[in-house]
C-alpha cells in the first residue's frame, strides 16, 4: 500500500502561522532584557533619589547648625527653647549601646544555635527548628518593643532593682533576640556549605565532632559566619520601633544601660509624629540624623562585603 507523501507535508497556510509564532516568540525575547532593565533601573534611581534627598535637606541643616557642632557635640537638646543644641554624640552612644547589648546577646547564641543545626541536629530536628526561626523572623518590631517593654523590663528589674522602666538593657537584649534569626540563618548556610570531606577528614585523623565542628568547619565558614555577624549588626543600627518603645526618648552621653536613652531612629520617630513644624531647623535635623544613620549602615555593608571578599573559601 503506497504512503501519500503530501499528506505528511505542511500547507502553506500552517507554514505561515509557524513563522507568526516564531516572529512573536523572538519579538517577546527581545522585550524580556528591557523589562529587566526597566525594573533595574527602577531599583537604581529609587536608591538614588533617596541619597539626593538626605544630602540637600542635609545640607539645609548644615546652613543653620556648623558641622563641628554637630559631630563633636555632646548635648543634644533641638527643643530647647533658649539655645538648642544639636551634638549628636549622644544619639550615637545610645545607638551603639543598643547594638553592642544586642551583637554580645545574639553573637553566642546565633553561632551555638547555628552549629547545632549544621553539624548535630538531623533532618527531622531541622524541619522543627526551621519553621520555628522563621516564625521568629517574620514577628512585627512593635510587637517586640511591648515585649521588652511590658515583660523584658519587669523581669529584670527584679535583678536589677535600680532598672528604670525606659532602659538600653532591655531594648538591647530584645533587638539581639529579633536579629538572632538571621544570625543564625546565614552562618548555618555557611557552616553547611563546607565540604564534607573536610569533616571526613578530621574524622579520619581521630578528632571529636566538637573538634571538627570549632576547629575544622567554623574556620572554614567564617566568611560567611562574620558576614552574618555584621549584617546583624547592622540591622540592629536601624532598629526603630523597639528602642522606641522601650529605650526611652533621653540622649545622654555617657555609659549607663539602665537608665533612659535616645538613639537615632528613635529621634527621627519622635520628631516625624509631629513635634517640629515643616521646615525648622529641628525639621531638618531628622534628615542630617537620617544621613548619619545612612552612613554607618553603609559602613557596615561595605565592611560585610570585604570580609565575605577577604576570608571567602572556594573548594
Do not use: C, H
Not at 529605650?247 to 536613652?261: H, L, R, V, Y
Amino acid at each position: 500500500m503506497a504512503i501519500n507523501q503530501n499528506s505528511q507535508r505542511p500547507s502553506v497556510q500552517d507554514l505561515i502561522a509557524d513563522a507568526k509564532s516564531k516572529r512573536k516568540i523572538k519579538n517577546g525575547e527581545k522585550l524580556v532584557p528591557v523589562i529587566l532593565l526597566l525594573v533595574t533601573l527602577v531599583s537604581i534611581l529609587t536608591t538614588v533619589g533617596i541619597v539626593l534627598t538626605l544630602i540637600f535637606e542635609t545640607g539645609i541643616f548644615f546652613s543653620e547648625v556648623p558641622i563641628k557642632e554637630y559631630l563633636f557635640g555632646t548635648e543634644w537638646y533641638p527643643f530647647s527653647g533658649k539655645e538648642p543644641q544639636f551634638g549628636v554624640l549622644p544619639l550615637i552612644a545610645g545607638t551603639l549601646k543598643v547594638t553592642f547589648i544586642a551583637v554580645l546577646f545574639a553573637v553566642p547564641l546565633g553561632l551555638a544555635a547555628a552549629i547545632y543545626l549544621s553539624e548535630y541536629a538531623n533532618d527531622k530536628t531541622k524541619r522543627v527548628l526551621k519553621p520555628v526561626l522563621e516564625v521568629l523572623a517574620g514577628v512585627p518590631t512593635i510587637v517586640y518593643g511591648f515585649f521588652a517593654l511590658t515583660f523584658v523590663t519587669p523581669l529584670l528589674q527584679q535583678i536589677i532593682p535600680s532598672l528604670k522602666i525606659f532602659n538600653a538593657l532591655s531594648a538591647g537584649l530584645v533587638v539581639g533576640i529579633m536579629i538572632l534569626p538571621m544570625i543564625v540563618s546565614l552562618s548555618e548556610d555557611a557552616l553547611s556549605a563546607v565540604p564534607e570531606s573536610l569533616r571526613e577528614g578530621a574524622y579520619a585523623l581521630g578528632a571529636t565532632k566538637f573538634e571538627t565542628s570549632i576547629k575544622i568547619v567554623l574556620p572554614a565558614a567564617i566568611s560567611g559566619v562574620v558576614a552574618s555577624i555584621v549584617l546583624a549588626s547592622s540591622r540592629a543600627i536601624g532598629e526603630t520601633m523597639i528602642v522606641s518603645l522601650a529605650a526611652g526618648s533621653t540622649p545622654t552621653w555617657d555609659m549607663n544601660i539602665t537608665g533612659s536613652i535616645q538613639t537615632m531612629t528613635s529621634y527621627i520617630v519622635q520628631v516625624s509624629s509631629g513635634d517640629a513644624g515643616y521646615g525648622t531647623t529641628i525639621y531638618y535635623s531628622i534628615y542630617a540624623v537620617g544621613f548619619t544613620l545612612f552612613l554607618f549602615t553603609l559602613l557596615m555593608n561595605f565592611i560585610a562585603a570585604r570580609i565575605s571578599k577577604r576570608f571567602r573559601e572556594e573548594y
